[in-house]
């Protein structure tokens, strides 16, 4: 049984910045790539970020290019989502999501296994 548990959200003001965590359990946790989406109210979940098995190549939305930042942890079977330069928009569930077809498929479909997930609200 695979389990994804997110904590580090909360409200922000526009400009903060949050660490959010997601805590996976099992031993093939460094033998996934990992992911982020987010879902505002009212609207369809979208990628945030993604991080291959060994932490070294990254990818991104355009929309949080050079204000977040995805690693990961593989002794700690941890991803983490520094989030910086906060803004309204970026308000939303953040949940973390594992074993996608491909780092490169932004498409929530693509991934196996996902966690509940962590409200971001930041004020403006």
């Known amino acids: 049984q695979v389990q994804l548990v997110e904590s580090g959200g909360g409200l922000v003001q526009a400009g903060g910045s949050l660490r959010l965590s997601c805590a996976a359990s099992g031993r093939t946790f460094s033998m996934w790539h990992m992911g982020w989406f987010r879902q505002a109210p009212g609207k369809e979940r979208e990628f945030v970020a993604a991080?291959?098995?060994?932490?070294?190549?990254?990818n991104y939305a355009d929309s949080v290019k050079g204000r977040f930042t995805i690693s990961r942890d593989n002794a700690k079977n941890t991803v983490y989502l520094q989030m910086n330069s906060l803004k309204p928009e970026d308000t939303a569930v953040y949940s973390c999501?594992?074993?996608?077809?491909?780092?490169?498929?932004?498409?929530?479909?693509?991934?196996?296994?996902w966690g509940q997930g962590t409200q971001v609200t930041v004020s403006s």
């Open positions: 991080i291959s098995r060994n932490g070294i190549v990254t």
């Open positions: 999501a594992a074993d996608p077809r491909s780092l490169y498929d932004p498409d929530p479909v693509s991934y196996n296994y």
